[in-house]
C-alpha cells in the first residue's frame, strides 16, 4: 500500500463512519446512550475527514505523503475528542455505547498506525529522513 491508496482507505472508514453515526447509531440512541447531538457532531466531523481524504487520493498526486501526515494529525485529534465526550458522557453511555466508541477508537489508531508504516516505507524508499 501506498500513501495514495492509504488516503482512499482512510476515506472509506470515515465514510462507514459517517453512516454509523449520523444514521444508525441515532436509530439506536436508547441502547447506546450518547447524546444525539454528540453523534451527529462526530458523523459531521467524519463527513469532513471523509471529504479531506478522498479529495487527497484523487487530487494529491506526489503529495499524497504530506496529505497522508495531516490525516493522520486529524485522526489522532478525532480520537482525543471522542474519548473526551465518551468520559464527558460516561454515566449516559450503555455498555454497548461504551464498546462502540472503544472499537471506533481501536479502528482508528490502527488505520493510523499503518499509515505511518506506509509513510516510513515511503520515506525510506525516497532515501529521505526516516522520522515521521
Not at 436508547?30 to 469532513?48: F, N, Q
Not at 482525543?80 to 454515566?91: E, N, R, Y
Request: aromatic content about 8%; glycine content about 12%.
Amino acid at each position: 500500500m501506498n500513501a495514495k491508496h492509504a488516503l482512499l482507505v482512510d476515506g472509506l472508514g470515515a465514510c462507514a463512519s459517517v453512516l454509523l453515526l449520523g444514521f444508525v447509531l441515532p436509530a439506536m440512541q436508547p441502547w447506546i446512550g450518547m447524546p444525539t447531538r454528540i453523534l451527529y457532531l462526530l458523523a459531521g466531523i467524519a463527513a469532513l475527514f471523509a471529504a479531506s481524504s478522498l479529495s487527497g487520493y484523487r487530487f494529491a498526486g506526489d503529495h499524497a505523503t504530506r496529505w497522508l501526515r495531516a490525516v493522520m494529525v486529524a485522526n489522532l485529534l478525532y480520537c482525543l475528542l471522542t474519548c473526551s465526550l465518551v468520559a464527558l458522557h460516561l454515566g449516559e453511555l450503555t455498555a454497548g455505547g461504551v464498546a462502540y466508541f472503544v472499537g471506533e477508537a481501536a479502528v482508528i489508531l490502527g488505520l493510523v498506525w499503518a499509515e505511518l508504516q506506509v509513510l516510513r516505507r515511503d520515506q525510506g524508499s525516497r532515501g529521505g529522513p526516516r522520522s515521521v
